[in-house]
């Protein structure tokens, strides 16, 4: 399945709310992106701060490079929701979501193109490296046998075929936390994912699932459980996970 580049258009969406300390910084790195074949979508929560001012102010730059940007402001039901709103008022064939305190590097898009181009083989989903605490992670292909136990690779900065939301449907709203784990483990064994082995994403580690990372547990196992994964190994996997975290805790208060 070899695409060209003009059967190709990538949509990046970012949700935010109050994000007035990051958003510039989010949004000029998909300006100085060196490709314009994307749109760019921006959902907000009705924010109280100056983000929908500084959302604003793009709004000339991205029209004089020729670039597509369209936003909305208005409540929403959680990051989820937010997500689903900006798929609905996408025309990509690709679809990224990019955090609104996360940034690409400079050629983040263009890479993820040529990738796209040279696809083999019907994909669902193309995950690269990201750099988090100055630590590039996720540099491995997908496998399944560690898939099934957690998320093994990087949502953030990651490309989802729009087909695959047509097939499986949208983010699951019940899940505050981990539903982009879930939306991809509901293929399970099929999933089909390709690897770019590239940086492309710098991720802040304030996001919502560092802050809570318990319910992550708590969201991941039950994710597991509920789309037939094995109960007792995904309930024991849910116990590791907890004694090792308060543990790491531990020794870092120790240690300080």
Same mark, same amino acid.
């Given at each position: ?5 003009e ?19 989010s949004i ?12 760019y ?14 959302i ?14 369209k ?6 039901t ?20 990019l ?16 990738h /796209? ?5 019907e @994909?669902?989903?193309?995950h690269?490296n =990201? !750099?988090?605490?100055? #630590?590039?992670?996720? &540099?491995k ?34 899940y ?23 940086l ?24 597991? /459980?509920?789309l037939?994964?094995?109960? @007792?190994l995904?309930?024991?996997?849910? =116990? !590791?996970?907890?004694f #090792?975290?308060?543990? &790491? ?8």
């Amino acid at each position: 399945m070899v695409m060209n580049k003009e059967n190709i258009l990538i949509t990046v969406i970012t949700v935010c709310y109050n994000s007035e300390k990051t958003i510039e910084k989010s949004i000029q790195s998909v300006l100085n992106q060196t490709t314009n074949n994307f749109e760019y979508i921006i959902v907000d929560g009705k924010s109280t701060d100056n983000t929908v001012k500084i959302i604003k102010s793009f709004e000339e730059k991205f029209r004089a490079k020729n670039l597509r940007y369209k936003w909305i402001s208005e409540k929403d039901t959680g990051i989820y929701n937010a997500f689903n709103k900006g798929i609905k008022l996408s025309n990509g064939s690709w679809i990224s979501f990019l955090g609104s305190d996360d940034f690409y590097v400079e050629r983040a898009l263009t890479s993820y193109e040529k990738h /796209i181009e040279g696809l083999k083989f019907e @994909t669902d989903f193309i995950h690269s490296n =990201i !750099k988090i605490n100055n #630590k590039i992670c996720f &540099k491995k292909e997908w496998k399944w046998k560690e898939f099934k136990r957690s998320m093994s690779i990087a949502h953030a900065g990651g490309f989802h075929s729009a087909e695959y939301f047509q097939k499986y449907g949208l983010f699951n709203v019940d899940y505050k936390i981990a539903a982009d784990y879930e939306l991809l483990l509901r293929a399970k064994e099929k999933l089909k994912t390709s690897h770019l082995n590239e940086l492309t994403l710098i991720m802040s580690n304030q996001g919502v699932s560092n802050k809570r990372v318990i319910e992550v547990y708590q969201e991941t196992t039950k994710a597991k /459980i509920n789309l037939g994964l094995n109960k @007792t190994l995904s309930k024991l996997d849910f =116990i !590791k996970w907890v004694f #090792k975290y308060k543990v &790491k805790n531990i020794l870092h208060a120790v240690i300080r």
